[in-house]
């Protein structure tokens, strides 16, 4: 089967849909963030805690939301650049206040296009020499819903530790649970 390329027209949809997915995990996440006391949010396994997967994925969305200032130019990201802010690691109460800020800040997304180009500098080698991929806001978006889901499902083993009982859905996939959804009808 021969390869085709896609259209290099541009893709004429919002982000909308693209938020509603991101939105949906963080409001998962910050209902769990707001319910655990701070001894279970920042208790240590190993090198790990609730808190600094919480931490970790907030500062992705900051650096995305940070990147995209200046659209439709074409904006630099770099996840490598984040702040890693111990008090979002350290206080549920914290985390839970900055993932309600990031729902505005995505919120604001809702309309702008999904082909709005990015930049995405991505660091290698050991001399932090950053290749320059071209991106969209859409794709950053889908991967950040990925990103997010992936680190709540370590969230959730680490919840199983602390004996937390998590919903069901806490940290599945979208595209998961579109497909349980079909699976009962």
């Known amino acids: 089967m021969p390869v085709t390329s896609l259209p290099v027209s541009k893709c004429q949809f919002p982000c909308q849909p693209l938020v509603e997915e991101n939105t949906l995990s963080l409001t998962q996440l910050q209902s769990l963030v707001a319910s655990?006391?701070?001894t279970s949010y920042s208790q240590l396994f190993g090198s790990q805690s609730v808190g600094k997967h919480v931490r970790h994925i907030i500062e992705h969305y900051q650096t995305l939301l940070a990147g995209y200032t200046n659209a439709p130019h074409v904006d630099q990201i770099d996840y490598e650049q984040r702040l890693r802010e111990e008090a979002l690691e350290e206080s549920p109460a914290v985390a839970a206040n900055t993932i309600n800020a990031l729902h505005s800040a995505l919120h604001a997304l809702n309309d702008k296009p999904a082909d709005a180009p990015l930049i995405?500098?991505?660091?290698?080698g050991h001399e932090g020499h950053a290749y320059p991929l071209a991106s969209s806001l859409g794709r950053e978006l889908a991967f950040l819903t990925s990103h997010t889901v992936h680190h709540m499902a370590l969230i959730r083993l680490l919840c199983d530790t602390l004996?937390?009982?998590?919903p069901k859905d806490?940290?599945?996939?979208?595209?998961?649970?579109?497909?349980?959804?079909?699976c009962d009808h």
């Open 170 to 182: 806490f940290g599945v996939h979208p595209s998961t649970l579109r497909h349980w959804r079909q």
């Open 120 to 124: 995405l500098n991505y660091p290698v």
């Open 36 to 38: 655990l006391a701070s």
């Open 163 to 166: 004996s937390v009982t998590v």
